[in-house]
């Protein structure tokens, strides 16, 4: 190569995306720390094995189920379920220190008075799944308002996990969550145990909240 020219392929680097594969496929994930029981599928990881390999793509550890990844290597039809990311839900990053890169908890505080809090999963920087809630110190209640999946994120659990973290802020809190419209919005609600309503707080409503 003469010096000077560019190298074949045009200029190197830019933005970290992952919209290439160079960091893996996205993979399922559950909220939790350690290493589990169980599998995706309920099977015992003691009985054949598994492994703890690293996820480029979230910066996260994982977990490999060794007999779910045999069963899927020799029927093709099945879904991918062997290896999952777990995700510490008690770790939260305010927005202005929030990492870059990998998957991460993002908390955008609500102002008193103001709008409620906004909680979201962001992925290199970009918001994955974001959730609404309202909560109150007062009479120790918690509404989880809104939960928002990025279409070329569900089904891997990402909703669940921000459920999760949700109520990890605030566990001894009266939870709430509304039934929602919409068919793809209902069928995630429909997974939540927790009741769509409650006693209103008053104190919201005295803030002017509704």
Not at 35 to 44: D, Q, S, T
């Given at each position: 190569?003469?010096?000077g020219?560019?190298a ?6 830019g933005?970290?995306?992952g919209?290439?594969?160079e960091?893996?496929?996205?993979i399922p ?8 029981a169980?599998c ?5 990881l003691?009985y ?5 390999p ?5 910066r ?18 099945e ?14 990053h305010?927005p202005?220190?929030a990492?870059e890169?990998g998957l991460?908890?993002?908390?955008h ?20 799944t ?5 909560c109150c110190a ?8 809104y ?5 070329a994120?569900?089904?891997l659990g990402?909703?669940r996990?921000?459920v999760a ?9 009266r939870?709430t969550?509304?039934l929602p419209?919409?068919v793809?919005a209902?069928?995630?609600r ?8 409650g006693?209103?707080c008053v ?8």
């Amino acid at each position: 190569m003469t010096a000077g020219q560019p190298a074949v392929g045009g200029p190197v680097g830019g933005p970290r995306s992952g919209a290439r594969g160079e960091y893996g496929d996205l993979i399922p994930l559950r909220p939790g720390t350690g290493i589990p029981a169980k599998c995706l599928r309920g099977e015992f990881l003691v009985y054949y094995g598994m492994t703890r390999p690293f996820s480029h793509r979230y910066r996260l550890h994982c977990t490999l189920c060794e007999t779910c990844r045999r069963v899927e290597a020799c029927d093709p039809s099945e879904g991918r379920l062997s290896e999952w990311a777990q995700l510490d839900v008690t770790v939260r990053h305010l927005p202005a220190a929030a990492p870059e890169q990998g998957l991460v908890l993002v908390a955008h505080p609500a102002a008193a008075g103001a709008e409620p809090e906004r909680t979201e999963l962001q992925l290199d920087g970009a918001a994955a799944t974001t959730a609404t809630v309202s909560c109150c110190a007062a009479c120790r209640t918690a509404s989880l308002d809104y939960v928002h999946v990025v279409a070329a994120y569900r089904r891997l659990g990402y909703g669940r996990t921000l459920v999760a973290a949700a109520h990890a802020g605030a566990p001894q809190y009266r939870w709430t969550a509304p039934l929602p419209d919409g068919v793809v919005a209902q069928a995630f609600r429909a997974r939540i145990q927790y009741p769509k309503t409650g006693a209103p707080c008053v104190h919201r409503e005295h803030r002017g909240g509704h």
